[in-house]
């Protein structure tokens, strides 16, 4: 290979010189990495390079050549992963502008025809058979779990979902039959496998017609070699209209599975596979919502498959319509108080796994494996039948598994051992013994807009937690271990902005600081711990773990009175703590210490628009109890930093609840 373009031989300027030697010591490692990206291809390899290093001598600094190649290497990456994207939106464009590869879709129409279909259905089952059906395809629950929700052994949730599944199909056949005769249609598909028929008709030469009844099935995600199984609508579709398609002759769609062997009686359907009764435990593969295959009507209103000889459509229309009468108004699934009551004793479950971390238990199973309750119990200073409660009720909830009288720790509750390294010990201890006494006063909250934990506590939370030198060193090891586990992967390739001083503004235990300084590639760059007297000294031991300390200046202060010099700010969970009035204040004391330019990184979690569930919406009921504070959104954000003279920058979402804001002062 040749780097002739870019820092030949013939370059003058000390940047040009500084771009060769990059050049003779990165090319052929990157070079090396690109190929084994695109497989092997040489040409495609040669054009990334090429527009790496142009990017470089274009954007970078060649002096700092040790920094450059994670820069150099991450380009490139992105480089062929644009193209790749390219390339699949061309190929994308070109299957589209085949006639033969658009796909048919039912309108409107045929969607509204589905939902009355399956409503009338499904509202003829009994109230067992829907609430098994609604918790195993509508919630997405496994058999243990649908077990637990409505109060009856796993055994009995399989049994009872595979007959209400029986009793769907039927119903559904019913439905579509029912509106055969009164929309006097005449189907023309033909019938598979039907029963013997007095007068039995030669097949329609007419193409295929709307479909009447239907043949409901679920839709798998089961790993098969040589199979794809689309991930198609998660609702139940019933009376899809059968469409005449030469690269799909039967009209049905070929991403779904069938899952019974027997045809449903009535309905003249294709004989179907089974595959064992439903919330099999040890079936390869998690069942998804019911979707349904295009419907194969009966030959004609009178003729029934196998099974169903002797009796008429009238009948079953007449039967099913009185079942619907009765049931018409019950509630489809399982009664509203089943949802609400767990969260109602919401407090009776985190009380219950603080003592089970408070105790020790969790740190045994963690540490030690499977223990018996007997063992436990002992070794704890516990009795052992409340012991015994305790367990049986936090393993439904996934903290603990048990066989006989041994206890396992899950992979959840094992982050209650003290000595689990994303332990959340303290974050056990530190919510129940300072925050859950407190918030038992939101009702003040909400009615005044003051902090309840201040009418309980009678003074304010973080004046209560200062006043106890054990209650903020406990304070700081809880939020360090919460934002160390849900910030984990947070900083992965975030670099820094240019600066020699970095502030950590609130830095608790120093953790953040420690991680942005260990990925820093610069070893020279200096950081200062600043918080309270009383919490300052906290984070000694976690900077000197990391062999930071001759880098880090310690430094004692109140962030609304004062603040250190330094060129980048930081601000990890600092701001959610605080009302608008109090932020303010604090990025006003910042821009007062700040010269122009200086920049400031925000760590927080940006509550998102609309109900979808998020960690903030959590947080923000703790901010409402107990603090003065609030989770804002990203439009919050920006308001709050301009009205401090900060412009926000960018925003960058990251794998965690939480983002990075950038902002430079003005």
């Not at 028929?197 to 679920?218: G, K, L, N, R, Y």
């Not at 998690?286 to 009966?298: E, G, Q, S, T, V």
């Not at 260990?518 to 062999?547: C, H, M, S, W, Y």
């Not at 969970?573 to 604090?586: E, P, T, V």
Request: glycine share 8%; net charge neutral.
């Amino acid at each position: 290979m040749s780097w002739s373009v870019i820092g030949s031989k013939g370059a003058v300027s000390d940047r040009d010189r500084a771009m060769r030697v990059i050049c003779d010591e990165l090319a052929g490692p990157l070079h090396a990495y690109v190929l084994r990206l695109l497989q092997g291809d040489h040409h495609r390899t040669e054009d990334v390079v090429q527009e790496t290093l142009l990017r470089c001598w274009r954007t970078q600094d060649p002096s700092d050549g040790g920094s450059l190649r994670p820069w150099l290497f991450r380009v490139a990456r992105n480089l062929v992963i644009d193209d790749y994207r390219r390339t699949a939106r061309r190929r994308e464009a070109d299957r589209a502008c085949s006639f033969d590869a658009v796909p048919t879709q039912s309108d409107g129409i045929d969607r509204m025809l589905d939902s009355v279909l399956l409503a009338e259905a499904f509202r003829s089952l009994s109230r067992k058979h829907r609430e098994v059906l609604y918790e195993s395809y509508y919630s997405d629950r496994s058999t243990r779990e649908v077990a637990v929700v409505l109060g009856i052994p796993p055994g009995t949730v399989k049994s009872r979902a595979h007959h209400a599944l029986r009793a769907l199909r039927k119903a559904l056949c019913a439905v579509g039959n029912d509106r055969v005769s009164r929309e006097g249609s005449t189907p023309s598909l033909p019938v598979t496998n039907p029963a013997p028929a007095a007068h039995p008709q030669p097949p329609s030469p007419e193409p295929a017609v709307p479909a009447t009844a239907a043949d409901v099935v679920f839709v798998l995600n089961r790993p098969t070699p040589g199979r794809r199984i689309a991930d198609q609508s998660a609702n139940v579709r019933v009376g899809h209209r059968a469409r005449p398609s030469h690269r799909n002759p039967t009209g049905r769609p070929a991403s779904f599975r069938r899952v019974t062997r027997t045809a449903v009686h009535g309905c003249g359907v294709s004989p179907l596979r089974s595959v064992g009764s439903v919330g099999g435990g040890r079936q390869p593969y998690r069942r998804r919502k019911i979707a349904a295959l295009h419907l194969a009507p009966p030959q004609s209103p009178g003729v029934h498959g196998e099974g169903e000889r002797g009796r008429t459509g009238k009948s079953k229309q007449h039967k099913m319509t009185e079942v619907n009468e009765v049931n018409k108004n019950e509630h489809v699934g399982p009664p509203p108080s089943a949802a609400l009551l767990p969260i109602l004793g919401g407090f009776q479950v985190s009380q219950a796994a603080y003592v089970v971390a408070k105790l020790g238990v969790a740190t045994i199973l963690e540490q030690e494996g499977p223990t018996t309750l007997a063992t436990l119990a002992e070794r704890t200073g516990a009795r052992p039948e409340p012991l015994a409660r305790l367990v049986r009720s936090l393993a439904p909830h996934g903290l603990f598994s048990t066989d006989g009288d041994t206890v396992t720790a899950t992979p959840v509750g094992a982050l209650l051992s003290e000595k689990h390294p994303e332990s959340l010990y303290n974050a056990a201890l530190m919510w129940m013994e300072t925050h859950y006494l407190p918030f038992s006063e939101l009702l003040h909250s909400v009615t005044t807009g003051k902090p309840g934990a201040d009418k309980y506590l009678g003074e304010p939370f973080f004046d209560y937690l200062n006043a106890d030198p054990g209650r903020s060193a406990l304070f700081s090891r809880a939020m360090g271990d919460v934002s160390a586990g849900l910030r984990t992967g947070i900083f992965d390739d975030y670099r820094l902005p240019a600066g020699r001083i970095v502030a950590d503004i609130g830095a608790a235990d120093g953790s953040v600081l420690s991680e942005l300084l260990k990925r820093d590639a610069d070893p020279q760059r200096q950081g200062i711990v600043f918080d309270l007297p009383t919490t300052v000294e906290n984070a000694e031991p976690t900077l000197a773990a990391a062999g930071l300390t001759e880098r880090v200046e310690f430094v004692a202060g109140d962030f609304f009175d004062a603040v250190p010099s330094a060129d980048i700010y930081v601000l990890s969970h600092i701001l959610h703590d605080w009302d608008d009035d109090s932020s303010h204040r604090i990025l006003a004391t910042i821009a007062a210490a700040a010269t122009v330019g200086a920049r400031i990184l925000i760590v927080e979690g940006l509550v998102p628009p609309g109900d979808t569930p998020h960690l903030t919406k959590v947080l923000d009921l703790t901010m409402l109890g107990v603090l003065t504070g609030k989770e804002r959104t990203e439009e919050e954000f920006r308001s709050l930093l301009d009205s401090a003279g900060f412009s926000l920058d960018r925003t960058l979402p990251t794998a965690t609840p939480y983002s990075i804001l950038e902002a430079t002062k003005r």
